[in-house]
């Protein structure tokens, strides 16, 4: 029965201007106009690509979104994931009606809240009880239903204390805690949640996730949910999408699409560092992360890491190092070949220098990589943003719904 | 089944925005229709309406001293300040009447519109973050704003009512008519006029910031272009049809012959600011409308 379908995605697309909205739109706005009144198609429309980022397009138009189609049953919990920029947020922006589709058209049964943040609206000035009320009302409710709900909502945020208070006077973590409260008891029959439960501490994340998993669970509420914690997806949706490129790469049930997503080779790495090898005498041009046993760079198996080196001419006593830190930019470990007490002779062109670990002590996630190339006395390259990979998830070793309240390390453990 | 059931979806989904003969509650697509303005979905979130309006009220005044005072003392100070200038070292005349009642008058209706055109003609840009995070009607915004200058003209109003009733009692100079009656009216064609070109400019500075530069000066330059400091009796008759075109000229001057008793009415003049307004209410809709729904791209 198509009555079951809460959300129905047909063909949709979003076209993107990049660089600079300023000179020219003027004229671009005209010919558009132009077009239209002649019935033909939007010119710039046609040229769009597809929107892979690491290539350099030949237009300034590009589609962040193109032609994605998929169904949402009622009472499904529908994850999306992919790499950045592979179309997420465009997606639930159109789906939030924050922004309007190029083409295409989504149907949607019942009514949708969405949290692409939380404490929209929150003013300084207000009070903790007026925010409720405010941001209450900007998500959608009306203020006889937050009135009822009230009482639930300052015990869930624990900030009673600090209810009469101006905003401004909160710490960041009450401030995050009293935002998410108000958008944990919305009543939409759709919820759709971004990234937001990356806020906040350890304590109030399990209890956020609680709190979704309740809704879908008990009120049988559709929930999107975005993130690039599969650990979350995994434990949370029963459906996933996997977009790449602004397409939809695979459909079905959660696993399976969490399967082809990390089997996907060649979009390993982001790398949103651009390789600089200018002025310099020798330069990191490719760091390679893999399992021994294959090529991915599993949870707990043993790995390679190889960083590829050119170099003008000789340099010697050179030392690599490689850091390894979460997604809060705290380091979590480090590589470094002078622990070991081994450095390295270049030669000209381009030297390939591995680390092995026995077992990669890292719970699968997002983490960035902090390279450093260079002696005692100089630096010869070195870069601490951009390089980003990611763990998988390792199916051998049984650490199943791990999520970031365990923390980042994974223990070598025996337990009799 | 699917199919059939697909192609009406599409084929009604191209004329209404709503498809309920399916059971779909919303369908989101490139393009509303021009004219729609959800009123049906700002009834829905009139609480957020009335909350906004409170925060406007409560967040302006916190922490100074004199808080609502200031209410009074922004109308009062300009009034002297135009009394002093205007009237005494210019010596524009007014009409025969006490200098205070006269700027007075022409002032706090003046303030209504420029306070509000100035807070709507900034509402896509000055809320940008919230707007890209959060669907709600986006007409709350700029409503909100047209109800808070409201009540904020209510207050002045109510200050300019003390006085004019002073000068009601203590002499013969004013002569209150009927036309007070026409009040609302008035208030509400100012109202629709300053949110309907607020809305077009709303609409334009997502993407030519330029129009915002123009805004700020413009509507300071406008007020000379409009009765607020000078009686329209005393225009030379060559400017008098130029004044005469701006569709706020009749609206101050009605005001303050209603309630003062000089000048001049004309249900001709009037009506055409009406039929102003409306025009550019409609413009503004359009405007608003089309922008509304992918602003957050350009802005």
């Given at each position: 029965m198509s009555s079951n379908v809460a959300i129905k995605v047909e063909g949709l697309g979003k076209l993107?201007?990049?660089?600079?909205?300023?000179?020219?739109?003027?004229?671009?706005?005209?010919?558009?106009t132009w077009a239209r009144l002649r019935g033909k198609e939007d010119p710039f429309a046609i040229i769009g690509e597809t929107n892979d980022r690491t290539t350099k397009g030949q237009s300034d138009f590009v589609w962040s979104l193109k032609d994605v189609d998929f169904e949402v049953k009622k009472g499904e919990v529908l994850g999306i994931i992919g790499r950045n920029g592979a179309g997420k947020s465009t997606l639930l922006?159109?789906?939030?009606?924050?922004?309007?589709?190029?083409?295409?058209?989504?149907?949607?049964?019942?009514?949708?809240?969405?949290?692409?943040?939380?404490?929209?609206?929150?003013?300084?000035?207000?009070?903790?009880?007026?925010?409720?009320?405010?941001?209450?009302?900007?998500?959608?409710?009306?203020?006889?239903?937050?009135?009822?709900?009230?009482?639930?909502?300052?015990?869930?945020?624990?900030?009673?204390?600090?209810i009469d208070t101006p905003v401004k006077r909160y710490s960041s973590g009450m401030y995050v805690r009293l935002a998410f409260a108000v958008a944990a008891f919305l009543e939409p029959e759709i919820l759709i949640v971004d990234e937001v439960l990356a806020v906040g501490d350890a304590e109030f994340q399990k209890k956020c996730l609680g709190r979704m998993k309740d809704v879908s669970d008990k009120d049988g509420r559709t929930v999107l949910f975005v993130s690039h914690n599969l650990q979350a997806v995994s434990s949370l949706c029963t459906h996933g999408v996997y977009l790449q490129y602004g397409q939809v790469k695979s459909d079905?049930?959660?696993?399976?699409?969490?399967?082809?997503?990390?089997?996907?080779?060649?979009?390993?790495?982001?790398?949103?560092?651009?390789?600089?090898?200018?002025?310099?005498?020798?330069?990191?041009?490719?760091?390679?992360?893999?399992?021994?046993?294959?090529?991915?760079?599993?949870?707990?198996?043993?790995?390679?890491?190889?960083?590829?080196?050119?170099?003008l001419e000789e340099i010697n006593n050179v030392n690599i190092g490689i850091g390894f830190?979460?997604?809060?930019?705290?380091?979590?470990?480090?590589?470094?070949?002078?622990?070991?007490?081994?450095?390295?002779?270049?030669?000209?062109?381009?030297?390939?220098?591995?680390?092995?670990?026995?077992?990669?002590?890292?719970?699968?996630?997002?983490?960035?990589?902090?390279?450093?190339?260079?002696?005692?006395?100089?630096?010869?390259?070195?870069?601490?943003?951009?390089?980003?990979?990611?763990?998988?998830?390792?199916?051998?070793?049984?650490?199943?719904?791990?999520?970031?309240?365990?923390?980042?390390?994974l223990v070598e453990q025996n337990w009799k | 089944m699917q199919p059939a059931e697909y192609t009406k979806a599409v084929g009604a989904g191209?004329?209404?925005?709503?498809?309920?003969?399916?059971?779909?509650?919303?369908?989101?697509?490139?393009?509303?229709?021009?004219?729609?303005?959800?009123?049906?979905?700002?009834?829905?979130?009139?609480?957020?309406?009335?909350?906004?309006?409170?925060?406007?009220?409560?967040?302006?005044?916190?922490?100074?001293?004199?808080?609502?005072?200031?209410?009074?003392?922004?109308?009062?100070?300009?009034?002297?300040?135009?009394?002093?200038?205007?009237?005494?070292?210019?010596?524009?005349?007014?009409?025969?009447?006490?200098?205070?009642?006269?700027?007075?008058?022409?002032?706090?209706?003046?303030?209504?519109?420029?306070?509000?055109?100035?807070?709507?003609?900034?509402?896509?840009?000055?809320?940008?973050?919230?707007?890209?995070?959060?669907?709600?009607?986006?007409?709350?915004?700029?409503?909100?704003?047209?109800?808070?200058?409201?009540v904020r003209f209510g207050i002045q109003f109510g200050l300019f009512l003390v006085i004019w009733g002073y000068y009601l009692v203590s002499g013969n100079s004013l002569h209150p008519n009927l036309y007070i009656l026409l009040t609302p009216i008035l208030l509400l064609l100012m109202g629709l006029l300053s949110l309907g070109l607020g809305m077009i400019f709303s609409s334009m500075t997502t993407k030519y910031r330029d129009l915002g530069m123009l805004l700020g000066f413009g509507v300071q330059l406008l007020m000379y272009a409009t009765p607020v400091i000078y009686p329209l009796s005393r225009l030379p008759l060559k400017y008098k049809p130029y004044i005469l075109a701006n569709p706020l000229s009749s609206i101050v001057e009605t005001f303050r012959f209603a309630f003062l008793g000089s000048g001049s009415f004309s249900w001709l003049n009037l009506g055409y600011s009406t039929a102003i307004t409306i025009a550019v209410l409609l413009v503004g809709t359009i405007a608003f409308n089309k922008v509304e729904k992918s602003f957050t791209d350009t802005v």
């Open positions: 993107y201007r990049l660089g600079e909205v300023g000179t020219g739109t003027l004229s671009q706005d005209l010919s558009r922006k159109i789906l939030s009606k924050v922004t309007a589709p190029t083409t295409g058209n989504i149907k949607v049964r019942g009514r949708i809240a969405s949290l692409l943040e939380v404490g929209t609206g929150f003013h300084p000035e207000l009070t903790g009880r007026e925010n409720i009320f405010l941001n209450g009302a900007i998500l959608g409710m009306t203020k006889a239903e937050i009135r009822s709900k009230f009482d639930e909502i300052v015990d869930f945020s624990g900030v009673e204390r600090y079905g049930e959660i696993n399976k699409v969490i399967q082809d997503y990390s089997g996907d080779k060649g979009v390993k790495y982001s790398k949103q560092v651009k390789i600089v090898s200018e002025g310099k005498r020798a330069w990191l041009v490719d760091v390679k992360c893999n399992s021994i046993d294959d090529n991915d760079f599993k949870s707990g198996a043993s790995s390679l890491i190889e960083i590829d080196v050119m170099s830190n979460n997604s809060n930019d705290y380091r979590v470990f480090t590589l470094y070949s002078k622990f070991k007490s081994k450095s390295y002779n270049l030669v000209k062109g381009v030297n390939k220098i591995y680390c092995e670990t026995s077992s990669l002590p890292l719970f699968p996630g997002l983490y960035n990589l902090e390279v450093f190339i260079g002696s005692d006395y100089e630096t010869l390259d070195y870069y601490d943003k951009g390089l980003q990979i990611e763990v998988e998830h390792n199916f051998n070793i049984s650490y199943m719904h791990v999520d970031s309240t365990h923390g980042d390390v | 191209a004329t209404a925005t709503t498809g309920q003969e399916d059971g779909w509650t919303e369908i989101i697509e490139p393009r509303t229709r021009l004219l729609d303005l959800g009123l049906k979905d700002v009834w829905r979130y009139r609480d957020l309406v009335m909350l906004f309006v409170q925060r406007d009220f409560v967040s302006t005044y916190k922490q100074t001293v004199l808080g609502p005072i200031w209410f009074f003392i922004q109308p009062l100070l300009t009034t002297i300040t135009y009394m002093i200038v205007f009237g005494n070292i210019a010596k524009i005349p007014t009409d025969g009447l006490p200098q205070l009642p006269f700027y007075l008058a022409g002032i706090t209706i003046w303030n209504y519109f420029a306070q509000t055109l100035g807070a709507t003609s900034t509402v896509f840009t000055a809320n940008a973050a919230i707007f890209g995070k959060v669907y709600f009607p986006r007409l709350t915004m700029p409503l909100s704003i047209v109800i808070s200058n409201l």
